[in-house]
């Protein structure tokens, strides 16, 4: 810890803002790929009763200001629950539905609604000081859902808890194109005029669908979805999010809500929304942070890879100039044209992660000699202590090995070590290929390390 009296005038604050640059360099690109897209999210009645709630729908409301089209569904769980506690009435359920009688509507009809006037009220806030200062946003809230019966499940009556049927998402874009913010609650009508009870994550998921979101989002109460020592899953494609929910048991609600977001978000995913994205309500700012940042702060469900390992193309260059030009610089890796690149383009492998080229290499073939260099090997510094070298260097030797190669060597001048532990050995520079040799810069003065392939 650096002592007050040692800093130098402005030391604090110069840290502070360049914090704040980078940040915002970094969250600029997420600002101007967000603008006019649609994003359903999704928050529980425990958020509205929350302290931070607040913050939540100021943060929602910059959203709206950045140029996201925003659909609110709320949920209304524990102030159901009050209110029929207040009125003696005891709860049931089964398969994690609330079994809704008739009689008893009028009452949930009333929490319900309690909870979208609050939500209304907390948008139309304009508040000095605050994200919401001098805002003009105009929350849109209606009949958009359709609803059917849930119907007798093994032998037990749902009566008026339902499904939806039917999202009327022409009224929604409708109101979305007018930057309305469309709120919606977690009550659907029959076209008799029934009224019915839905799951707000079944309402916010097949909205999603309907609309053909661009994002869906669910802010949980619990601490996101998490393996089995505890550590957050930052990302899950639709295969790995399935085995979760196969080796993961029910045993608390804690498990139960993780495992109905997830088969929610599974199902998004299924309908066409390319990324759901889970989130904790318990992290303050979490959904700017999940959206604004590269890695996020939750878990990613997507029906697509959000990482992808693969060959190079030339739309490539810019990212991998952009990667290794700092390497370069240092001297840890060999000064390369563009030209040179665009030339050895197809000999390259990358790993982009939302866009962004975050890791590369280069195989370099010389067959007389049965041996491949493996060369340009760069990790993004963010993502130096995650495998990414490692998945890119065993790429690269299953390359060598489809050539039938029987050795592949790399040059380097600072990362021995890491080639060391991977099983390579420190060789002469005239064990090379010969054409390697004649290229061979011995002002630079690399070491050279080899690795027989079984």
């Given amino acids: 810890m650096v002592d007050n009296k040692t800093k130098k005038p402005g030391e604090t604050r110069s840290n502070s803002n360049k914090e704040h640059v980078d940040w915002f360099r970094q969250s600029a690109p997420y600002i101007h790929s967000h603008r006019g897209k649609t994003f359903v999210i999704l928050f529980g009645g425990e958020a509205v009763e929350h302290d931070g709630f607040a913050h939540l729908i100021h943060d929602i409301a910059l959203l709206n200001s950045l140029g996201v089209r925003i659909v609110l569904v709320h949920g209304a769980r524990s102030q159901i629950e009050k209110q029929l506690h207040t009125l003696g009435i005891s709860s049931k359920f089964a398969d994690g539905l609330r079994i809704t009688l008739n009689e008893n509507m009028p009452a949930i009809e009333q929490a319900v609604g309690q909870v979208r006037l609050r939500i209304e009220a907390q948008l139309s806030m304009g508040l000095p000081n605050t994200p919401m200062a001098d805002a003009s946003i105009r929350v849109i809230s209606g009949n958009f859902i359709t609803a059917r019966p849930h119907g007798i499940h093994h032998g037990t009556d749902f009566c008026q ?23 919606i609650s977690p009550i659907g009508y029959s076209p008799t005029g029934e009224v019915f009870n839905l799951r707000a994550e079944d309402i916010a998921t097949e909205t999603a669908i309907a609309l053909n979101a661009d994002k869906l989002i669910f802010v949980m109460e619990n601490n996101g979805v998490t393996d089995k020592t505890g550590g957050l899953l930052q990302q899950l494609d639709l295969p790995h999010a399935e085995n979760w929910q196969k080796n993961h048991g029910t045993n608390t609600d804690t498990d139960l809500d993780t ?31 999940e959206l604004y940042t590269r890695d996020g702060v939750g878990t990613l469900v997507t029906a697509d890879n959000y990482e992808d390992l693969r060959t190079a193309s030339i739309d490539d260059i810019g990212g991998i100039l952009e990667l290794i030009s700092p390497l370069e610089k240092s001297g840890v890796l060999v000064k390369r044209s563009r030209e040179q690149l665009e030339l050895d383009m197809n000999n390259f492998t990358v790993i982009e992660r939302d866009g962004m080229i975050i890791a590369c290499a280069a195989i370099f073939t010389f067959p007389k000699e049965e041996s491949a260099e493996l060369a340009c090997l760069a990790v993004h510094q963010d993502y130096q202590t995650q495998g990414r070298g490692d998945d890119l260097m065993q790429h690269i030797e299953w390359q060598a090995r489809k050539k039938h190669l029987k050795k592949i060597f790399t040059l380097t001048t600072q990362t021995m070590h890491w080639f060391v532990e991977r099983g390579f050995i420190e060789c002469n520079a005239e064990e090379l290929p010969i054409e390697k040799q004649s290229l061979y810069n011995y002002q630079r003065n690399s070491k050279v390390f080899c690795k027989q392939l079984n």
């Fill in 161 to 183: 808890t339902g499904n939806v049927r039917n999202v009327d998402a022409n009224t929604i874009k409708q109101q979305l194109a007018n930057n309305n913010v469309t709120l």
């Fill in 259 to 289: 495992q109905t977001h997830l088969s929610n978000a599974a199902h998004a995913c299924r309908g066409g929304v390319q990324r759901v994205h889970l989130i904790s309500r318990q992290i303050d700012g979490a959904l700017l942070l």
